[in-house]
C-alpha cells in the first residue's frame, strides 16, 4: 500500500507546481525548507532539524539561511502579507539543487525519495530549457550582425524606390506670352 502512496504522490506533483516553489536568491535557483517539507508531506521543523543533525553534509552551496532582507524580499515576492499566518518565527533555509539531492540521503522516506527525484527531473528540465534559451539568443545576435551588414543595402534600395515614385523638380522654365516693357 505505502508503494501505491509514492507513486501516486509523485503523479500528484507537476513540474509547474515545483517550477512555482523556485525562487531566485543571491542569483542561485533555490527551494525553501517550508516548500519543500510540505512537498515532502512532512513538518518544516522536522526537516530542518533532520538538516542540522546532518549539517556536514550541507556546505553553503547546498543550502543557506536567507537574511532578514531576503525574507523580506521573499515574502513580497510571494504576496503574503501577514507574516505570523505564515509560521515564520525564523529565517528559512534555501536549499540549491546540490542540496536538495542531499536531502533524499538524510529524509528517509518513500516519499520523501521520490518527490526528490520528481524535483531533481524539474531542475533538469530547468536547465535544459536555459540551455536552449542561450542558444536561441546566441542565434538572435547572430543573425542581427547579419542583417545590420545587410541594413545599408536595404536603406539604399528603399531610397532608390523613392526616387523612382517622386518626380525629379520640373527644370525651371522661360514665361511664356508676351510682356510689357520688354525689349
Do not use: C
Amino acid at each position: 500500500m505505502s508503494k501505491n502512496k509514492s507513486v501516486i504522490t509523485t503523479s500528484i506533483i507537476s513540474n509547474e507546481r515545483i517550477i512555482g516553489k523556485i525562487y531566485l536568491i543571491r542569483g542561485r535557483k533555490v527551494m525553501l525548507d517550508r516548500d519543500l517539507a510540505a512537498l515532502y508531506q512532512v513538518q518544516t521543523g522536522i526537516l530542518n532539524q533532520a538538516v542540522k543533525r546532518n549539517l556536514e553534509r550541507f556546505p553553503e552551496d547546498f543550502m543557506f539561511q536567507l537574511t532578514p532582507e531576503e525574507t523580506k524580499n521573499w515574502i513580497s515576492q510571494i504576496v503574503i502579507s501577514n507574516k505570523e499566518r505564515m509560521g515564520l518565527r525564523k529565517m528559512p533555509f534555501a536549499f540549491t539543487d546540490l542540496g536538495i539531492s542531499m536531502l533524499s540521503s538524510v529524509l528517509n522516506s518513500k516519499t520523501a525519495i521520490q518527490v526528490n527525484i520528481q524535483i531533481m527531473r524539474t531542475f533538469s528540465k530547468i536547465r535544459e530549457m536555459l540551455a536552449n534559451n542561450e542558444m536561441l539568443r546566441q542565434r538572435i545576435e547572430e543573425l542581427e550582425r547579419r542583417f545590420e551588414k545587410n541594413d545599408e543595402q536595404i536603406k539604399n534600395i528603399f531610397e532608390a524606390i523613392k526616387e523612382i515614385l517622386e518626380p525629379p523638380p520640373a527644370p525651371p522654365r522661360k514665361p511664356i506670352g508676351f510682356h510689357a516693357g520688354r525689349d
